[in-house]
């Protein structure tokens, strides 16, 4: 089973930049994809974005343009480079690959 650990998360103000990490623990983990989701508190959780195990990558509209995923392969890790954060970023960071979860990060977006 694949272990998730997420780390990276914050207080930062609007205009402000985080970026986030998740370290994937198992094998062959190359061949899967790789995915960021969010909840906001009193909302369902939401897909941010995807990296394919050939490094094809997609986002939320929310997010396109202000967000990047990428992936090492060498390190089992995946990244979630937040630029121009806004208040309405703020939520729980989840990432997920081979239907593992992590435990979530929390990034707040606040002045």
């Known amino acids: 089973q694949v272990q998730l650990v997420e780390s990276g998360g914050g207080l930062v103000q609007p205009g402000g930049s985080l970026r986030l990490s998740c370290a994937a623990s198992g094998s062959a983990l190359s061949l899967y994809a790789m995915a960021w989701l969010r909840q906001a508190p009193g909302k369902q959780r939401e897909w941010v974005a995807t990296v394919t195990a050939g490094g094809i990558t997609n986002y939320a509209n929310s997010v396109k343009g202000r967000f990047t995923i990428s992936r090492d392969n060498a390190k089992n890790t995946v990244y979630l480079q937040m630029n121009s954060l806004k208040p309405e970023d703020t939520a729980v960071y989840y990432c997920?690959?081979?239907?593992?979860w992590g435990q979530g990060t929390q990034v707040t977006v606040s002045s």
């Open positions: 997920t690959v081979a239907s593992s």
